[in-house]
């Protein structure tokens, strides 16, 4: 109740003037009993007179004052003579509001709203909270790049969004030549297709576990990886299962570094991670949470080229991912090689292509070309990398090659 309300009935008690003659006057509601109808008499007395006025003001008076006031006075408490209302107890705030609604139907005159009142609302509202704890929503971790995950070793990522480019065929037999010149090698197969354990001679439908339960982290790395018939070579394989990682990883914290913290918590766990000398990441073509995973840990970037128009085109598309993952994910991601991929230099295409990677990209071109070849083509089916199908053969010469060119550039 407001204060302007508390005037306007103090008003209607104290000021109401004498009815006309044949009017009925009735008894406020407050006394308690049904409404009195007091008949008047006589025509309407126009003069004044002032001692009926008073001895029937006063007859009102006594008739409405002590009870009228009484309720009133209900919700009023007086403070230094000044009316401090109970309706800004929150306690009384609800039968104030019925209240105040049956006052609306008989006054002519709307009452104002409380503004006292929403103030107080609005701290009950706050006080819940400390005063120095802001409302805001629940807290996100923030994504922080993780350290180096493996101390003393390359990590390398083949990629290109085209596919059909050769990125598998070349993890495969880059991580072959590398293990077969003396170095410790993991590859990774981040491709939901698992080709790059087929090509090593493992057969998907036996496998238990593979990179889906790493990235999840319901196993360890230790538990996932899998040897091969290559010394010093050991895959960590995919299966169809890493197809669901990429909807699972959404709704998790730090989505993008899940493959680099896996890596570095087997360092913790006391596995001998850092005794591999590289990390080849395969991926696959397209440039998802997986792919995206596999950049924020890595050092370095092999892109596999065919000498193609669309090959071409999609190459600076990638040069301005690499741009973006480098600002906002992984500044430790300094290189990339651009190696070109099933070549046939008898084609003009091709010559002409190769000139125009040359011209603009000189400074990434591997010096190693990967020719156009059918053994190369047929070793997967084999379940073996071209060092084993054709060990002596001119492929694992230009493999060896490469292997010493990525080598060199540690």
């Known amino acids: 109740m407001s204060i302007k309300r508390f005037l306007e009935r103090l008003s209607a008690i ?44 006063a007859d009102l008076k006594e008739l409405a004052a002590p009870k009228a006031l009484e309720e009133l006075f209900d919700d009023v408490v007086t403070d230094d003579g000044m009316p401090v209302f109970s309706e800004m107890q929150p306690d009384a705030a609800a039968e104030d509001s019925e209240c105040n609604s049956g006052d609306a139907e008989e ?77 410790r090698v993991l590859l990774v197969d981040a491709d939901p297709q698992g080709n790059a354990g087929s090509g090593l001679g493992i057969d998907r439908n036996k496998l238990g576990c593979c990179l889906y339960d790493l990235l999840i982290g319901t196993l360890p790395l ?14 960590v394989p995919a299966t169809v299962n890493l197809a669901g990682a990429e909807v699972e990883l959404v709704t998790i914290d730090n989505r993008e570094y899940r493959l680099g913290a896996a890596l570095k918590d087997t360092v913790r766990d006391g596995f001998e991670t850092h005794s591999y000398d590289f ?45 973006l993952v480098r ?39 591997l010096r190693t070309e990967i020719p156009r070849s059918v053994r190369l083509s047929e070793a997967p089916s084999f379940g073996q990398p071209i060092m084993e199908y054709d060990k002596n053969g001119w492929l694992s010469d230009i493999y060896r090659r490469l ?8």
């Open 14 to 57: 104290f000021q109401k003037k004498s009815p006309a003659a044949g009017e009925a006057v009735v008894c406020p509601e407050s006394v308690g009993a049904d409404p009195c109808v007091c008949p008047t008499d006589g025509p309407p007395d126009n003069t004044t007179d002032v001692s009926r006025e008073t001895s029937e003001n």
């Open 107 to 183: 006054s002519s005159t709307a009452a104002e709203p409380d503004e006292d009142s929403g103030a107080d609302d609005i701290d009950t509202l706050t006080s819940s909270y400390p005063a120095d704890t802001p409302v805001t929503s629940a807290p996100v971790d923030e994504a922080v790049p993780p350290s180096e995950p493996v101390a003393g070793c390359r990590i390398l990522v083949v990629i290109n969004q085209k596919g059909g480019v050769g990125k598998t065929t070349t993890a495969i037999n880059l991580s072959a030549a590398l293990a077969a010149s003396g170095k």
């Open 222 to 235: 230790a538990e996932v990886l899998v040897e091969t018939m290559i010394p010093g070579l050991d895959v």
């Open 279 to 323: 990390i080849i990441i395969d991926c696959p073509p397209s440039l998802g949470l997986l792919t995206i995973n596999a950049l924020a840990v890595a050092g370095e970037v092999i892109i596999p080229v065919q000498c193609e128009f669309f090959a071409l085109e999609g190459l600076s598309q990638l040069y301005s991912t690499l741009d």
């Open 327 to 365: 600002k906002e994910l992984n500044p430790r991601l300094t290189r990339q090689h651009i190696l070109i991929n099933m070549y046939d230099g008898r084609i003009k295409l091709h010559q002409q292509v190769r000139a125009e990677i040359e011209k603009f990209f000189h400074a990434d071109l």
């Open 403 to 410: 292997a010493e060119e990525v080598v060199d550039f540690e």
